[in-house]
């Protein structure tokens, strides 16, 4: 069964800071790994979605990288601004079907 | 872009009472549905995935009597929580695929308060 962990829980920054969210999965057989956001009492924004074959993808940012035969992954966001206050969820999707696997997600306060 | 929407948004009832809610794909035809459960603080929980026309397949633990789930149309699936209590409070979200293993796209959640 696959196990998503993501380390930091929470995390709080100056704004400004570089910051490195971390994503970890225990069956390296997947089909694809997402990056979402979730504001408090909101649903799910995709940030940014990573296929098997690929090692990173960039979206303005944010940078997440891949390593699937280790079972990571990590979600850098440059330059952080107090607007980007809101919590990281890492899912991955397995192999077998487009099941996606939730991460605990980090809660991220960026400070003025 | 695709779009889910769900609704209602928040729902509070007595104790009791089955609560209905619905998840609709605007732009596009939602092969497969699924239904998620987060407490606070807490991350997503797959409760259950449903393809149009056929019975929702559940996860373990969650009772398919307690959480009844209709996808009767490519556009549409509905969550009765039927005979609510405070334990089935929390938030509930919806996400819906297209064809071909495409990323699900999700709704903006259903905030479910039993008094």
């Known amino acids: 069964k696959q196990e998503v962990t993501q380390i930091p829980a929470a995390l709080s920054v100056p704004e400004g800071e570089n910051l490195v969210l971390n994503c970890s999965f225990t069956?390296?057989?997947?089909?694809?790994l997402q990056w979402f956001r979730q504001d408090p009492g909101k649903g799910l924004t995709s940030l940014l979605l990573?296929?098997?074959?690929?090692r990173e993808q960039t979206s303005g940012r944010l940078n997440a990288s891949l390593d699937k035969s280790s079972g990571r992954s990590t979600l850098y966001i440059a330059a952080s601004q107090p607007g980007d206050s809101a919590t990281y969820l890492c899912?991955?999707?397995?192999?077998?079907?487009?099941?996606?696997?939730f991460g605990g997600g980090t809660r991220l306060m960026v400070k003025p | 872009g695709a779009v889910v929407s769900q609704h209602p948004s928040w729902v509070i009832c007595k104790s009791g009472t089955s609560v209905k809610i619905e998840c609709r794909s605007l732009?596009?035809?939602?092969?497969?549905m699924f239904w998620y459960r987060q407490f606070p603080k807490q991350s997503l929980m797959l409760m259950a995935t449903?393809?149009?026309?056929?019975?929702?397949?559940?996860e373990q633990g969650v009772e398919k009597d307690k959480f009844l789930i209709n996808h009767a149309s490519l556009t549409l699936s509905t969550l009765t929580v039927t005979s609510a209590h405070p334990e089935d409070s929390s938030f509930y979200i919806c996400?819906?695929?297209?064809?071909?293993?495409?990323?699900?796209?999700f709704g903006d959640g259903t905030r479910l308060s039993i008094l």
């Open positions: 996400s819906a695929e297209g064809q071909g293993h495409q990323p699900q796209h």
């Open positions: 990573i296929q098997s074959s690929q």
């Open positions: 449903s393809n149009e026309g056929s019975k929702a397949t559940y």
């Open positions: 899912a991955v999707n397995g192999d077998a079907g487009n099941m996606l696997t």
């Open positions: 732009d596009f035809q939602a092969t497969t």
């Open positions: 069956d390296s057989a997947i089909y694809n």
